[in-house]
């Protein structure tokens, strides 16, 4: 089982948008998806139109398993919600002694077997459960939106990143994804440009910027169904085929 | 001494980019003013391109005073900046028993002759920090992004605003700022409708998508300084004359 966590501390970067599709492709492409949502704001649910009463909340603060919170999204592809009771489950691990940052990883361990992938969407900043989602996951997708105030924020996250590598030492930071690549403006040229200079290879090709991908939340859809000739649908095909393709050379 | 919040759970919505602008504005204006940042994050130091030692997490772990804490960013406006070290506060003040969400109350007391208006950038999410935001404001202005997601994510919010009301009785949740309207699609003007829909008179004007506001970041400067002719700077202007009007009638 392979643990991907989406996560950058900036928000509004595209974490949620590309963790539905992310999921939703490698599910459409045969693997066995589980999609955690690990975010107060329990987006990932919504994305996807599904409604579920057992959440992460109850699962970290052992009154329920990932079984019993696990609900059927599309062929292949089931969610682990979250809402805002997530904050007490936080509040429980802060106020931990140690081994609070163990938690998912602990309660992921009994479905090893079921999933093939795991797709943990991380919610904005740092926190006890940011620090749960790193501490289980093997490899870190970080979305990067292409503005100034965005890139400023990235080697921050990168150190925040190598702090819980200590502990987790599986981690790996595999993936830069630049989004909200605007063509009509030499901005996200230039910041796009900043992030291959500090991250070569690691850096992906671009989703740009592309209403669909907006609209198919509000449809409660991911791309591949709502627009799957988009522009959005395109590219974030072409980064499911890099994530999937790394996975079957390892 | 009026003390505003900008905040929104939502991650990227324009929460720094108004509180930057709002406060740089008003200053303008002639009010003295004082901008909180209180973002693990420290998005606001960065956006004026200023540097300070002693932050928000000395203040709320009582190792330092606002006083001390507090650098001159422009003429007629302080800032009382923030970065990754915050985490520590947000954890004492979770593991407090009791009266934690006072911490910020507190520490802003011995300053309200000083200042005229505190303007707070609130991080994404809910934490203990966000508790103490909202927990010692008059008012809060949330800014709202055009799309589905983002206005899936409001009334959350709101539900957010009145617990803690109960506690804080001057809280107000005063305006709705929408914003990165763009108006070349109907999503923009279709969440507007939603939002106007269900709060009225609360909803300001938006704001319209505009890469100068973007690029202004980094140039470490506010709209009115990088941009002045811009839309964001026009937008911005009409946002700020609506806050200052409603100070002056209180
Ligand atoms: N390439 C894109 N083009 C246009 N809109 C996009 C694109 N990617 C994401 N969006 C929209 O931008 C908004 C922010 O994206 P998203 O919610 O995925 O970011 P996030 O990092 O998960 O935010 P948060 O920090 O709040 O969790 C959403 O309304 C989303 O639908
Ligand atoms: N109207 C606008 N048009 C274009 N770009 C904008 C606009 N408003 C803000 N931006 C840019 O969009 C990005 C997100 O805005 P900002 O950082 O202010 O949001 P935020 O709510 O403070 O994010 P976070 O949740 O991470 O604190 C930034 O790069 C900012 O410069
Ligand atoms: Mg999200
Ligand atoms: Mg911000």
Redesign the pocket.
């Known amino acids: 089982m392979r643990i991907i966590a989406i996560a950058m ?4 970067v595209g974490k949620t948008t590309t963790a539905v599709n992310l999921s939703h492709g490698l599910a459409l492409r045969g693997q066995r998806v589980l999609l955690v949502d690990a975010d107060t704001q329990g987006q990932c649910a919504k994305a996807l139109g599904v409604d579920k009463d057992v959440t992460l909340n109850e699962v970290l603060l052992g009154e329920a398993t990932v079984l019993e919170a696990v609900t059927k999204a599309r062929q292949n592809l089931d969610l682990l919600a979250s809402d805002h009771r997530l904050t007490r489950a936080a509040l429980a691990i802060a106020r931990r002694e140690r081994d609070g940052h163990l938690a998912l990883a602990e309660a992921l361990a009994p479905v090893a077997e079921r999933y093939d992938t795991v797709v943990i969407d991380a919610a ?1 900043g740092v926190d006890a459960v940011a620090v749960n989602v790193l501490g289980c996951a093997d490899e870190v997708i970080a979305p990067v ?1 292409l ?4 890139l400023a924020g990235v080697l921050d996250f990168v150190r925040h990143v190598e702090r819980v590598a200590r502990h987790n030492t599986r981690l790996d930071l595999r993936w830069i994804l630049p989004t909200f690549h605007d063509q009509r403006t030499r901005t996200s040229a230039e910041t796009l440009r900043q992030l291959q200079e500090h991250f070569g290879a690691k850096v992906c090709r671009s989703i740009r910027v592309n209403i669909e991908l907006a609209e198919a939340f509000g449809w409660r859809q991911s791309i591949f169904e709502h627009a799957p000739r988009s522009r959005g649908a395109a590219d974030y095909e072409a980064f499911i085929g890099t994530v999937a393709e790394a996975d079957a050379r390892r």
């Not at 501390?9 to 509004?12: A, L, Q, R």
């Not at 503005?147 to 965005?150: E, F, G, K, L, N």
Request: charged content about 10%.
């Open positions: 501390t900036k928000g509004g904005p939106a503005t100034p105030a965005a």
